[in-house]
């Protein structure tokens, strides 16, 4: 059973840290790129960052740039989204997904999805 985990979210105050985790099942992780994306309330989902496979190649989204920091453990079958200098805007459900192939930004290339772990940032 193909399965993804997130944990890790919660309620923080802007300039907090958080570190979330993404446990994966099922899969083979190693061959899977994976990527963090958002929701927040009334808006679409949008990407965050991305991994490949072995590390070598990260994309971010320009509003976490700096801030965020995505690393995979492939032993642990594991992917992490560090979180840095939070803000009220980074407040969302924040889930995991893979896909096999190259690292992208593009939502609709990812075919495995976690059920999500909420952020919420005060000002």
């Known amino acids: 059973q193909v399965q993804l985990v997130e944990s890790g979210g919660g309620l923080v105050q802007a300039g907090d840290t958080l570190r979330l985790s993404c446990a994966a099942s099922g899969i083979f992780f190693s061959a899977y790129a994976m990527g963090w994306f958002r929701q927040a309330p009334g808006k679409e989902r949008e990407f965050v960052a991305t991994?490949?496979?072995?590390?070598?190649?990260?994309l971010y989204a320009d509003s976490v740039k700096g801030r965020f920091s995505i690393s995979r453990d492939n032993a642990k079958n594991t992917v992490y989204l560090q979180m840095n200098s939070l803000k009220p805007e980074d407040t969302a459900v924040y889930y995991c997904a893979g896909k096999n192939g190259y690292a992208r930004e593009n939502i609709n290339d990812y075919r495995i999805w976690g059920q999500g772990t909420q952020v919420t940032v005060s000002s």
């Open positions: 991994i490949s496979w072995g590390g070598r190649s990260i």
